[in-house]
Each structure stands twice: as structure tokens, then as C-alpha cells.
């Protein structure tokens, strides 16, 4: 079992560039989130889905979408991108009833 | 205001060591749960624990141990004879719904030889 993926690893975008983040699990869970950690920062909430097409705002959501149209995937879109979106993105899954999040390796985003 | 503080941005000892991360949290659901994560050098993030509000037990395992506290509000992280292989920045963490996970801000651990 894979557990949590993401791809890519690393990225570089210049400003006003557009980009999916991609996240995989195959550990059955319904709940999936997307935080950013800046440097020397905790991680933030941007956005969370507790199932197929269910999904929410978290703490940081502006200049970021979402979309769950299966279990299994949960993309981050960046639109436009800004030097202030230049972090690490963490997907995480959690099951219903441990609240215990389970997290991918991270994609490391630059935006010049 | 924060949800969850670490007062302690970072912390140095020296091998064998008992070192206490501190962890403070804010709620005013009756029913949440608090977490701890190691973040090595490598990046990845590793749970550690979890505890739910209405279990205020006191947790060993191995060299790690947690003490809960809801009086004041307290989950703090001792890790006993620290190691080289301790060091890591670590994450305490709440969550008053599967929605809201709220993470502070860190304590990053040196342990040196």
C-alpha cells in the first residue's frame, strides 16, 4: 500500500502561472485535506473534503481550489500564482472516527 | 487568537538529556483531540500520539511520554535520555472536528553528541 502520494515533488512556477497539485490515497478513508507550511511555520488548513463531492473552506483557502470526484483523489488547483503561495503542500487523510491525519511527503512549490 | 501554542521555538541539549516540549490549547468544545508530530530533517511528518479530551491518562511509550492536562489546558511531550536521532522540529496539534485541525507552530529539538 502507497498510502498517501503526491505529485510533483517539486515545482517551480513563475507569477501568474496555473498548476494542479495532485494527491492519491489508496487507504480508503473519506476525509481529505490539503494544508501549506511556510518556512519555519506550522501547517495550515487550506482546504478539506469529507467525502465525493463535499468539500470546504479551511483557514488559508484564497488563491486555491479543490475538487473530489472520487475517494481516491483530492487536487489542489492554483490559478494564478503569487511569490506569497512559495511553500510546502501537505495532503493528509484521516478515517471517521480517529481524527489522526495521515500525510503524504509533500510537494515543495516555488513561485518567481 | 491561537488555538495551539509552543512557546518554545527551539531547544538544545545534549545526548541523554530529558527535554519537555510544552503545548499549550484553546477550545471550548467538550469533546476534541490533541496530537503530536515529529518532522525530521527529511520533511516528512510522522504521528507520534493522539488523545481524546475525555481520556486525561498520562501516556509512556519507550522513551516518550505525554502528560495531559485539562485544568490547564496542557498536553506536553518529555522525551527521556534524548538522542542524535531526536532532533526534529515537532508539531502539537488539535482537532475539535474532522474539519478543524489546527496546528502551533512548532518546537524544533537539537540534540548534539
Known amino acids: 500500500n502507497a498510502g498517501v502520494t503526491q505529485t510533483p515533488k517539486f515545482r517551480i512556477l513563475k507569477i501568474g502561472q496555473s498548476m494542479t497539485l495532485q494527491c492519491t490515497q489508496d487507504?480508503?478513508?473519506?476525509?481529505m485535506y490539503w494544508y501549506r507550511q511556510d518556512p519555519g511555520m506550522g501547517l495550515k488548513l487550506i482546504y478539506y473534503?469529507?467525502?465525493?463531492?463535499?468539500?470546504d473552506k479551511g483557514e488559508v483557502p484564497n488563491g486555491y481550489n479543490v475538487s473530489r470526484s472520487t475517494t481516491e483523489d483530492f487536487p489542489l488547483r492554483l490559478e494564478l500564482a503569487a511569490p506569497s503561495q512559495t511553500s510546502v503542500y501537505f495532503c493528509?487523510?484521516?478515517?471517521?472516527?480517529?481524527?489522526?491525519?495521515?500525510f503524504g511527503p509533500g510537494t515543495r512549490l516555488t513561485v518567481l | 487568537a491561537q488555538k495551539v501554542t509552543q512557546a518554545q521555538t527551539e531547544i538544545s541539549v545534549v545526548e541523554k538529556e530529558d527535554v519537555t516540549l510544552d503545548c499549550v490549547y484553546e477550545?471550548?468544545?467538550?469533546?476534541?483531540?490533541l496530537f503530536w508530530y515529529k518532522q525530521p530533517p527529511s520533511g516528512e511528518l510522522v504521528f507520534l500520539i493522539r488523545?481524546?479530551?475525555?481520556?486525561?491518562q498520562n501516556e509512556i511509550s519507550g522513551r516518550y511520554s505525554w502528560n495531559f492536562q485539562k485544568s490547564t489546558s496542557s498536553f506536553n511531550f518529555t522525551i527521556t535520555a534524548s538522542q542524535v536521532v531526536d532532533s526534529a522540529v515537532y508539531f502539537c496539534?488539535?482537532?475539535?472536528?474532522?474539519?478543524?485541525?489546527?496546528f502551533g507552530s512548532g518546537t524544533k529539538l537539537n540534540v548534539k553528541p
Open positions: 493528509a487523510v484521516s478515517g471517521t472516527s480517529t481524527h489522526e491525519q495521515f
Open positions: 488523545r481524546n479530551s475525555f481520556d486525561e
Open positions: 496539534a488539535l482537532s475539535e472536528a474532522l474539519g478543524k485541525f489546527y
Open positions: 473534503s469529507v467525502g465525493a463531492g463535499i468539500t
Open positions: 477550545t471550548r468544545d467538550t469533546t476534541y483531540y
Open positions: 487507504m480508503n478513508h473519506n476525509y
